[in-house]
């Protein structure tokens, strides 16, 4: 949790958007419910409990919710009308 609280920071700090990938939902005993609300001790109120924060369930190691995070990703910079920094583009 102490990288968890560490990214959190740094993302306050920076002033970006965040969006939540709650990893290791596969793993017997997962509790995303608590991961939740540890979250809202931080700021960060996920939707599923009335806040504005996106909060994607996956399994990296399964490859599951990995097509949601992206499909979360892509909407939301849709909406926030968010765009990519041109120093990184591909060059044609």
């Known amino acids: 949790?102490?990288?968890?609280?560490?990214?959190?920071?740094h993302a306050k700090n920076a002033n970006v958007p965040i969006i939540i990938a709650i990893n290791k939902c596969d793993l017997e005993g997962a509790d995303v419910d608590k991961v939740k609300g540890q979250l809202t001790e931080h700021e960060l109120i996920v939707e599923d409990y009335g806040g504005e924060v996106l909060s994607v369930e996956v399994s990296a190691l399964k490859g599951e919710g990995i097509n949601e995070l992206l499909?979360?990703?892509?909407?939301?910079?849709?909406?926030?009308?968010?765009?990519?920094?041109?120093?990184?583009?591909?060059?044609?």
């Open 71 to 92: 499909e979360s990703i892509s909407l939301f910079s849709e909406i926030s009308e968010l765009e990519s920094n041109s120093l990184y583009q591909e060059k044609e």
């Open 1 to 9: 949790m102490p990288q968890t609280i560490e990214s959190i920071n």
